[in-house]
């Protein structure tokens, strides 16, 4: 017996093979997401952004055909295709959030999303440089690849409706306390994106490539006085992707 929670061919075809920039099909993460799957991320999805705000977005709007079809009562006529009127709508760009009011549609591009929270991370104390991008190798590599040719280069942003995921990374003032900072970076960055965008669902990844004293430059000349220990020489600019 066939789920009934599952989109059908039909619903299928109205996706017509859309594909998020990692090069992810829509059908396969809405299939995952309407199996229950969607926090069952495989290689390639645990370090995209895309798939990641995908997944999400698809679940929450998967979650009442899955209600209603955990319970012996069949799913109110045109409720299937409803939803996936939504998510065709939300495949067809996928380089902009979406939110649909009565008074019409806004769509959000990543890229503001990307400079929102880079500035957001900015102000956050004892930051002192804040990407919006990865400087993993892997991450970035993949981040390229799917935005260059949107010219959207280094945008480590993945955003799908009114769901987001934002890849970050720091440097931070040496001698604070770190864990601390990248959670204030993370509550920080969340706030500003659901006060000033909209979005309801927003993850943030922070990665700390660096710490600078009080007498490095952000672009890591020494400007007097000693460096803290450990450190051989001038700061590395999170500029460069980190070793992994």
């Not at 309801?200 to 000693?226: A, H, K």
Request: include cysteine.
């Amino acid at each position: 017996m066939s789920d009934p929670s599952a989109p059908g061919p039909g619903a299928r075809d109205l996706l017509r093979v859309a594909a998020l920039p990692c090069g992810a099909e829509v059908d396969l993460l809405l299939e995952q997401a309407a199996a229950g799957r969607a926090g069952d991320l495989d290689a390639h999805q645990r370090d995209c952004v895309h798939c990641q705000a995908a997944l999400a977005e698809f679940a929450a709007l998967w979650a009442p055909v899955a209600e209603l079809a955990a319970v012996p009562v069949p799913a109110p006529p045109g409720m299937t295709a409803a939803v996936m009127s939504q998510v065709r709508a939300l495949a067809q760009d996928v380089w902009y959030t979406l939110q649909v009011t009565g008074d019409g549609a806004i769509r959000i591009a990543t890229r503001v999303v990307a400079a929102m929270a880079r500035d957001t991370a900015r102000t956050v104390p004892g930051v002192r440089i804040a990407l919006g991008r990865s400087t993993r190798d892997r991450l970035a590599a993949m981040a390229e690849r799917a935005t260059l040719r949107h010219r959207h280069p280094h945008a480590a942003v993945g955003v799908l409706g009114r769901t987001a995921v934002v890849d970050l990374a720091v440097a931070v003032t040496y001698g604070d306390p770190v864990h601390e900072i990248a959670r204030d970076i993370q509550q920080h960055v969340i706030a500003s994106l659901r006060d000033n965008l909209g979005l309801e669902s927003v993850t943030v990844n922070i990665t700390v490539d660096d710490i600078l004293d009080d007498d490095t430059s952000p672009g890591g000349t020494q400007t007097g006085g000693p460096g803290p220990p450990g450190q051989g020489g001038p700061a590395t600019s999170p500029d460069s992707p980190a070793d992994d």
